[in-house]
């Protein structure tokens, strides 16, 4: 990332009436990134791209674009196009038309026009489509004429608004793959909002995650994923088992959270937190283990954790739900007191997912180095 950020939001907020749609967001995006607003339906994400096209005005705060403050300037004076959700392509106009008319409202001439826009369509996998009417296009080709419409005035910043929602699942992945490479050949900065985790974790290069108009966590998809800074972070992100504990001990080299669900959790690190005070264990389903427990020794035994103390990190369960989606299988094991854990278990073997039954009784266990100590 260069050093000088390429857009600015400095204490922005947005109020519809006495709704308030986005509060006080303050947020740096550096040239050539791929950069996605994440969060649920009525967060502000898209409220916070629609100012920055300058759809929306902010009713606090600035936003600089190349160190410029357009706050109130017009939309069509930013050097930023936008993707809307719907595509909005024009039904009677050709595909080369319809690339081309963001540049004939601009007083290019037709000669330019025509190889801007074949260039265009080149960069999207559309070369030789132009004589073509969007109605003769699947789904995805009039996304990415869309995009070849946006890419053809060459903006600083190309804005896009739940760009795949409107895709069948097969195809959606692999525009995402499309939309990965088309930003990395062209060093556009791309700004993508979405509600979709999975979406955001595979395409972009840094996340902002919003909640009710403020700002959570900005971080990579793996720092996300890894290292919420909180609950609703580490709720939203993914799937997670969550047990609510006291901080018991917290010292440079380990951290012990007694729970009443899961009984001691062991971390192999410092928590720097408040010792007594009540935090969340987080651990993600696919680093939980799951372990066969009968009534006989020794099976009834524990198994023991390697990076963790006897006793630690290890809970009994039952089986009670199980689902097979090929690749790997997803398990909901009942604990004492009722709690379901979810655990998904990678099918490495046509046989895996043959290992455990419906009330099975089980041992559930996790690493030193799996949970996340969230304070809120």
């Not at 854990?341 to 455990?356: A, C, S």
Request: proline share 6%.
């Amino acid at each position: 990332m260069s050093a000088q950020p390429i857009i600015s939001f400095q204490n922005v907020s947005k109020r519809f009436g006495k709704t308030t749609a986005v509060d006080d967001v303050s947020l740096t995006i550096h040239e050539g990134e791929f950069f996605s607003l994440l969060g649920p339906s009525g967060c502000g994400k898209t409220t916070l791209l629609r100012m920055l096209a300058g759809f929306e005005m902010p009713t606090e705060g600035h936003i600089l674009i190349d160190g410029k403050d357009v706050s109130l300037t017009p939309p069509n004076q930013r050097p930023v196009n936008m993707v809307f959700q719907s595509y909005a392509v024009f039904p009677h106009m050709t595909v080369l038309d319809n690339v081309a008319y963001g540049l004939k409202m601009d007083g290019v001439g037709a000669s330019e026009r025509r190889d801007r826009a074949e260039e265009a369509l080149g960069l999207v996998q559309l070369a030789g489509f132009g004589a073509r009417k969007p109605d003769q296009l699947s789904g995805g080709q009039r996304q990415r004429v869309a995009l070849a419409r946006a890419l053809v005035k060459k903006p600083r910043v190309l804005l896009l608004d739940e760009p795949l929602s409107a895709l069948d699942a097969k195809l959606r992945d692999a525009m995402r793959s499309e939309l990965t490479s088309l930003q990395q050949k062209v060093g556009i900065t791309f700004i993508m909002v979405t509600h979709d985790q999975d979406e955001a974790l595979a395409m972009a290069t840094r996340c902002a995650v919003m909640n009710r108009g403020l700002l959570q966590q900005v971080a990579t998809p793996s720092d996300l994923y890894e290292f919420p800074n909180s609950r609703f972070v580490a709720d939203f992100i993914g799937s997670v088992n969550m047990f609510e504990g006291t901080l018991d001990v917290d010292e440079p080299d380990h951290a012990i959270v007694n729970t009443t669900e899961a009984g001691p959790v062991y971390l192999d690190h410092g928590v720097t937190g408040a010792t007594g005070t009540t935090v969340w264990a987080a651990v993600r389903p696919e680093k939980i283990e799951m372990h066969k427990r009968t009534e006989t020794p020794p099976q009834n035994l524990p198994p023991k954790v390697d990076d963790a103390p006897e006793g630690y990190n290890v809970i009994a369960g039952v089986v009670k739900h199980m689902v097979y989606l090929g690749s790997e299988t997803n398990y909901e094991v009942e604990i004492a007191g009722g709690k379901l854990i979810k655990v998904v278990r990678p099918n490495l073997t046509r046989w895996d997912q043959e290992d455990f039954e419906l009330g099975e009784q089980v041992w559930v266990s996790f690493h030193a180095c799996s949970p996340a100590v969230l304070l809120s």
